[in-house]
């Protein structure tokens, strides 16, 4: 409809807990011209100065520091990351080179595990993508990156996210390495 609107974003929310408005899960697609969303945008340029410095892919070192440590499956071309460094409980990231069947393989197998293994009832899941269309800025090398978090017991009237997160830093108890053995096993 709106071909100056090159950069899509994807995003569900599952149940209230993860921000959604009304009581079922519900998935949104958004697009932007001029500029991506400011933190997929951020992250676009964090990853032009990693390459700049250190002469590498920042996704495939993100990868690789993952694996290092035993916290990636690959599901086909996809890397399936249980994030070192979450936003939010459970936080799995997953890195593929395009929307491939593998990548949207590997979000079925991830909701899946984290519903039946970690009891995870509501959540948000985010694909963060390069531009549809040719833009003049750099893209090279970033690939397509879902990201999928835990929000919490729906019928915990608690929230879980303060002002620590809102202006300082993530807070987050769970442990990858548990994440990781439900994925895997």
């Given at each position: 409809v709106d071909p100056a609107a090159r950069y899509l974003f994807f995003l569900w929310n599952c149940l209230w807990k993860s921000g959604a408005s009304i009581l079922?899960?519900?998935a949104q697609m958004t697009s932007t011209r001029a500029m991506h969303y400011a933190k997929i945008e951020a992250l676009r340029r964090q990853a032009l100065t990693y390459r700049a410095t250190y002469g590498t892919n920042y996704f495939d070192d993100l990868a690789l520091a993952h694996r290092s440590?035993?916290?990636?499956?690959?599901?086909?071309?996809?890397a399936v990351l249980c994030n070192?460094?979450?936003?939010?409980?459970?936080?799995?990231?997953?890195?593929?080179?395009?929307?491939?069947?593998?990548l949207r393989r590997?979000?079925?197998?991830?909701?899946?595990?984290?519903?039946?293994?970690?009891?995870?009832?509501s959540f948000n899941l985010a694909i963060y993508m390069?531009?549809?269309?040719?833009?003049?800025?750099?893209?090279?090398?970033?690939?397509?990156?879902?990201?999928?978090v835990d929000?919490?017991?729906?019928?915990?009237?608690?929230?879980?996210?303060?002002a620590m997160e809102m202006y300082a830093s993530s807070v987050v108890s769970s442990d990858?390495?548990?994440v990781a053995d439900a994925l895997t096993t």
């Open positions: 079922h899960g519900h440590v035993g916290l990636v499956t690959d599901i086909g071309d996809t070192l460094t979450p936003v939010k409980e459970k936080e799995v990231l997953l890195v593929a080179c395009s929307l491939t069947s593998d590997a979000i079925a197998h991830v909701l899946d595990r984290i519903v039946h293994r970690l009891g995870v009832t390069p531009p549809l269309a040719a833009v003049p800025e750099d893209w090279g090398g970033f690939p397509h990156v879902v990201r999928i929000r919490g017991d729906p019928m915990n009237q608690t929230a879980d996210v303060g990858p390495f548990y």
